[in-house]
C-alpha cells in the first residue's frame, strides 16, 4: 500500500523532531558539565572546612538562639511576677539622671539660691547638697538643679544627721522622724514620747532616744533594715550620743543625773552592737560630748578633758578654767573655743592632739567665735566677719566673709561652700 504524502511529510517532522531533541540533550549534558567543572574549580580555589570550628559555629548559633528565646521569656515574665514593684517613683529613679547635661560632668559645684528659713541646716549626700529646713529635705546637683524635695512638718526643732548610707531628720522635742536616700523617703515613724536625740552609723544603724511613761530615758538601737535591735532604759540627761566611725556598729552616749542633794554624777557608756556594755566612767561632773580614737576614750567635761583607756582607767586629763563655748573632735584631735566676758577680747582657741601631753597650741582669736568645724587636717573657726582655717600647729589664715554665713560644707572635690540664709558661696583661700 503506498503511502500518501501527508504521511511521508509527518514521518520526516518526527524524524527531525528527534534529531532536535537528541542534539538538546547532548548540549544539555555537555552545559552540565561545564557548570560542574566550574563549581569544582571554585571549591578546589576555597580553602578547606574545618569541621571542628565548623561543629563549633553549629553549637554556638544554638546558643545564640536560645538566648534570644530566654530574653524573649525575660521581657515577657518579669512584668507579670513583678507587678507591684513597677510604679512612678521607680521610674522616676531609673529616669532621674537623664539631662543633656549631667552633673557627674561638671567639675565644680554650682552656687545655690533658696528660700530662708528660721531653721536651715546643710550637709552633702552622695555627691549632692542636702539642705534641711523647718517644713522640708531638698536635694540640689552639682548644677545647682533641686532633684528632689520631701515636705514634712513644720518641725519646732529640725535637726540633720548624715551618713554614708542614710540622711535622718528628726524634730528634737517633737515626735516624728525619717529616714531618706536621695531619692525618696524610706522610712518614717511617729514616737508616743518626744525625741531628745538621734544617731546614724556609716553602715545604716541607727539610734533614736525618747522616753517612756515612767519619764526615763529610752534608747532604741535599730539595723540598717529599720528593724529594732537593742533597747537600753536609763535615768539620765543625755548630752551626746554617737557611733564609732570603724563600721564596727558600736554606739556610746554621755549624760548625768542627780542624787538626792542635788549634786550631779556623769556618766559615759559605750556598748557593743548587741547592747553589751564595754565601757563605763561615772563621775561627779556633767560630760559634754566623748569620742574614742586609738583605743582610748575622750570627754570632755565642763572643767576639763580627760581621756580613759579600755578599761575605763583614767590616762591623763587636762583641766581649764572655764567652760567651753564652742568645741569639736576631729578623729584624733579636739579644738576648744573659749570666750570671754569682755567685750574687747575675742578669747583663745586652744588645741589638743591625741593627748594632753600633745597640747600647747593655743590661737588667740581675733573676733569671737560662733561656730568650730573640721575637715581634712583643718579646723575651721567660725566668725561674724571672717573664717579663720587653723592646722594642727597653729598656723592661721583668715578669709573674710559678709556676715550671715551659718555653717561651711566641705564638698567631695574638695571644694569648701559658705552657706548663708539664702544662697550659698565658694570659699577659697590663697
Not at 40 to 51: C, G, I, S, Y
Not at 186 to 209: K, N, Q, R
Amino acid at each position: 500500500m503506498k503511502k500518501k504524502a501527508s504521511d511521508f511529510n509527518k514521518d520526516r517532522k518526527s524524524q527531525e523532531k528527534a534529531l532536535v531533541k537528541a542534539q538538546e540533550k547532548k548540549l544539555g549534558h555537555a552545559e552540565k558539565m561545564k557548570r560542574a567543572l566550574k563549581v569544582r574549580f571554585a571549591l578546589e580555589q576555597e580553602p578547606k572546612v574545618d569541621m571542628y570550628y565548623y561543629r563549633i559555629y553549629r553549637k554556638l548559633r544554638l546558643v545564640r538562639y536560645l538566648c534570644v528565646l530566654v530574653a524573649a521569656l525575660f521581657v515577657m515574665s518579669v512584668p507579670m511576677v513583678y507587678s507591684d514593684q513597677i510604679t512612678t517613683e521607680n521610674f522616676k529613679y531609673l529616669m532621674k539622671y537623664i539631662d543633656l547635661q549631667l552633673s557627674e560632668d561638671s567639675e565644680v559645684y554650682t552656687p545655690l539660691t533658696y528660700e530662708s528659713s528660721p531653721h536651715m541646716q546643710f550637709g552633702v549626700y552622695a555627691e549632692d547638697i542636702v539642705l534641711c529646713t523647718d517644713t522640708a529635705l531638698v536635694y540640689f546637683d552639682k548644677l545647682g538643679n533641686e532633684i528632689m524635695r520631701e515636705s514634712f512638718g513644720p518641725f519646732t526643732n529640725p535637726q540633720l544627721v548624715i551618713s554614708d548610707k542614710y540622711v535622718l531628720v528628726y524634730d528634737r522635742g517633737g515626735t516624728e522622724y525619717a529616714i531618706y536616700n536621695n531619692f525618696k523617703r524610706l522610712h518614717h515613724v511617729t514616737t508616743e514620747y518626744p525625741i531628745t536625740l538621734c544617731s546614724l552609723s556609716d553602715a545604716g544603724d541607727y539610734a533614736v532616744l525618747t522616753t517612756n511613761q515612767n519619764y526615763i530615758s529610752e534608747l532604741l538601737i535599730f539595723n540598717h533594715n529599720f528593724k529594732q535591735t537593742g533597747r537600753i532604759q536609763r535615768d539620765l540627761y543625755f548630752s551626746s550620743l554617737f557611733f564609732l566611725e570603724d563600721g564596727s556598729g558600736r554606739f556610746g552616749y554621755t549624760g548625768f543625773s542627780t542624787d538626792t542633794k542635788g549634786g550631779k554624777i556623769g556618766e559615759t557608756c559605750l556598748y557593743e552592737k548587741d547592747c553589751t556594755k564595754i565601757f563605763s566612767v561615772s563621775v561627779s561632773d556633767i560630760p559634754l560630748a566623748a569620742s574614742v580614737s586609738d583605743g582610748l576614750m575622750r570627754v570632755l567635761y565642763e572643767d576639763r578633758i580627760v581621756w580613759y583607756d579600755e578599761k575605763s582607767v583614767e590616762t591623763e586629763s587636762y583641766k581649764f578654767e572655764s567652760v567651753p563655748y564652742a568645741f569639736v573632735f576631729s578623729p584624733a584631735n579636739t579644738a576648744l573655743y573659749f570666750g570671754s566676758k569682755d567685750d574687747n577680747d575675742s578669747g583663745h582657741t586652744r588645741f589638743f592632739g591625741g593627748t594632753s601631753k600633745e597640747n600647747g597650741v593655743v590661737v588667740k582669736n581675733q573676733e569671737k567665735v560662733r561656730r568650730i568645724q573640721w575637715y581634712d587636717g583643718y579646723y575651721y573657726l567660725l566668725s561674724d566677719e571672717s573664717v579663720c582655717r587653723v592646722d594642727h600647729n597653729g598656723k592661721m589664715q583668715n578669709l573674710a566673709i559678709e556676715k550671715g554665713l551659718q555653717e561651711l560644707v566641705f564638698l567631695p572635690n574638695g571644694e569648701i561652700m559658705g552657706c548663708y540664709a539664702d544662697r550659698t558661696e565658694l570659699l577659697k583661700w590663697q
